[in-house]
């Protein structure tokens, strides 16, 4: 069975600087989904980042990228430009892209949460 | 991407009663998934839901704690059956388009 470990209950980031979320999972899948959401407050969980497995280029989204290690099974959130609004509690989740006749789940991990200081 | 809205966004029961919580998606899907969040929790996945089928339930949740239905391609209920406070979590109704999944706002379910 497939795993998501997240191992920084909490971080913290002063604004404008620059943080790296971790993220390592199991499997003995060759062909996945990655994926970074994050839950503000108000408790919305927010797509942020996306990366297919088959892909070696780093997936980037703004000021949101990705560091994806395939073979170290490691899947890092880095957030430049940090900013007060990006305070949340940030999951990574995997998906199998095997075919199972049905959609495959989302499999997530315990969560980072993150404070920006201002 | 999808636009996933729920009812109520919150509500406080007694024990022994239930709650029904909507979900909405403003386009057809074929899957619609139900999550629970414990306090200070990941996301844990209750069931999927295919129109037209019996939904598929996780290890550790049954249909009599947890009864679904899926009438149309837009519309999922979730209710949550004789409340214990246990069952005090977050509801998160969610759905995809190809490989990405969007979630609702969710549903706080205090039980007293």
């Known amino acids: 069975a497939q795993t998501v470990t997240q191992s920084q209950p909490e971080m913290s980031v002063q604004e404008a600087e620059t943080v790296t979320l971790s993220c390592t999972y199991d499997?003995?899948?060759?062909?996945?989904?990655l994926f970074w959401y994050k839950q503000p407050p108000s408790r919305q969980m927010i797509l942020v980042i996306r990366q297919e497995a088959y892909k070696q280029q780093n997936a980037t989204e703004n000021r949101f990228s990705v560091n994806f290690q395939k073979a170290a099974k490691s899947f890092s959130l880095k957030i430049s430009d940090s900013q007060l609004g990006d305070a949340a509690m940030y999951f990574c989740?995997?998906?199998?892209?095997?075919?199972?006749?049905?959609?495959?789940?989302?499999?997530f991990g315990a969560g980072t949460r993150l404070a920006v200081h201002p | 991407s999808a636009v996933i809205s729920q009812k109520p966004s919150r509500d406080i029961c007694q024990r022994g009663t239930s709650l029904t919580i909507q979900c909405q998606v403003d386009s057809q899907v074929t899957m619609m998934f139900w999550y629970r969040q414990q306090p200070g929790q990941s996301l844990t996945l209750i069931a999927t839901?295919?129109?037209?089928?019996?939904?598929?339930?996780e290890s550790g949740f049954v249909i009599d704690k947890f009864p679904i239905s899926r009438p149309n391609l837009t519309f999922s209920t979730l209710t949550v059956s004789n409340m214990s406070p246990e069952d005090s979590s977050i509801y998160l109704c969610?759905?995809?388009?190809?490989?990405?999944?969007?979630f609702g706002p969710g549903t706080r379910l205090t039980v007293t």
């Open positions: 969610s759905s995809g388009t190809g490989y990405e999944q969007y």
């Open positions: 989740a995997y998906r199998s892209a095997l075919f199972s006749g049905g959609y495959n789940k989302l499999i």
């Open positions: 839901a295919n129109q037209g089928s019996e939904a598929t339930y």
């Open positions: 499997t003995s899948e060759s062909d996945y989904y």
